[in-house]
Structure formats: C-alpha cells, structure tokens
C-alpha cells in the first residue's frame, strides 16, 4: 500500500538537484506525494513534479553543455543583480508550456519574498513559471520581479523551508528536505569530481570562467563601483571583501530560519542533505547531486525502517 505525503523542497542553490534523486527514491519505496511546496530552486523541482514533468525535465536540464547553460543564466550589468534568467523560462516554457499552478495535477506552493513589506508570498495560482521565476530570484544575482507594485525576491529569504504552506498538510504526512543540514559532504562530491576525469575534461573553460566572474564580482567588489571587477579570490579571513560579508551574513541568517522554520512545524520525516556539498552556481554536475539525492535519502529511508 502507497503511503501518502505531502513534500516540503528548500532553497539551497544547485544542491537543490538532489532533491530530483529524492523523490525518485520516496516513489520506489512506495510514497505517494499527494502536495508540494518549495522555495528558490525547490519552488522549481516542486513545480516540475506538480505538473506531472519532472523526470521529462531531469533529461532536458542535463542534456546542456556548460556552454549553454552559460547562454540560459544572460549575465547583465544593473544595479539590482547580474542574472537575468529570462532566456532560461523562455527556452522552458518552449519545451514545457507554462501551466496555472492551480491546474497542476496535485496542489503546489510556491514561495517568494516581497522585500517592501519584508513578508513572504505564497503562490497557489497563476503562472506556475511567473511564480518560480520571482520564488529563485537570489537577492544581488538574479534580478528581482517586479509583481503588483511590490518587488519580489527568492522565497529562501524568509522561508527556506516552506512548510507552514504546504497545501493539505494537516491531512498528510510531512516530508522535509533539508538542504541546510550540518553534517560533512564536501569530500564525497570531490572524491566523485577527482575520480571522475571524463566530467572533469568536459567543462568548458568558458563555463568556468564565467562562474569565476560571478563569484570574483560577489566577493570582491568595491562599495562604490560594484563593477570593478577583482580577479583574485579571497583566500583568507582578512581578506573578506564588502559584498561577500553581506552574502555571508545572509546565508547564515536562512540557515538559522531554515532551522527554526523545523522547530515550529516539526515534519514527519527530515531528508538532510549536507550544506556543504556544492556551490550555489555549480550546475555542472546536475546528474552527480541527482545520483548522490537518491543514495542519500534511501540510507536514510532504511535506517529509519530498523
């Protein structure tokens, strides 16, 4: 007998691909997700799952060269982030039209952040891809949404862990996954990076280029002119630049919201993937973080069952 769920996706940046692997592991051990809700890059697998898309949309996502996803993320130059992601939904909504999240086959929230009223939003209907686009619009990298007079960033800002707005989940089971958990994964991922020579031979020194860029201008911009671009990477504590701080500062803070959001509606199950494991932009090894999504969880899955 299937067990009925409902599925809680936290922001976490490209980590957030490990939650594909999850779901496919909570399907083969006979769980039914009957409700979903996510923030950042959960709003986005939450949504691919709702509409009945998800593993089509496994294959899309890793069929790309990093050259093309180079191509999707349209690096610009403005005042409020320097990732547009436009191109991104326009190719999507060309393979996958976009859908009212109210006509999704099982209900689906999606969170986002009005940063004028410091409050969060939860989208139950409309544009499935309006809502994403506004719900992973990471503050000072991707360009905000302007929505109903208000300005709209990622929902991981103050809900990283959306469990208060899963739809039904008074009448269904819990399950959490927790993208923020304190526990060693690094060296995992960069046994399968050393191990792996095919992955490392095919990044594309464009690609990485480009993701030195984004994190150079991050860490290292002058308070004045934030497109004075600074080459080398901060190496150590005293070398921590302005915006790098604030970033910092504010991962810490939706780490310790991801964990009081935990307390205040303890779920049924918590699915936790190290914090640690990749960085925020590292899209390069979706398949990896998919792979490790899956093995991750059916270990926890099994040590529960004993």
Known sequence: MKKDIGLVLSSGGARGATQIGVIKTLEKQGYNIKSVSGASIGSMIAG???RGDLYEFEQWITSFTEDEILNMLGFTIKKNGI???DSFFEILNQKFPDKNIEDLNIPCSIAATDIISSKPIYFTEGSLYKAMRASIAIPSLIVPVHYNNTI???GGVLNPIPIESLPNRDKLDVFVINLYADEEGKKLIVKEKTDNTIFQNRRSRRYNAFINRIENFISRAN???IIDYI????RSAEDVGYIQLLNTSAIAMIERIADL???AYPPDMIINIPKDICKVLDFGNIKELIEYGEVKSLEIL?????
């Open 231 to 234: 080459t080398s990477p901060v």
């Open 48 to 50: 691919m799952y709702a």
């Open 261 to 263: 959001s935990i307390k």
């Open 152 to 154: 709209l960033v990622d």
């Open 223 to 225: 308070v004045k002119n």
């Open 302 to 306: 099994k040590k529960i069952e004993k």
């Open 83 to 85: 990732l547009k992601v």
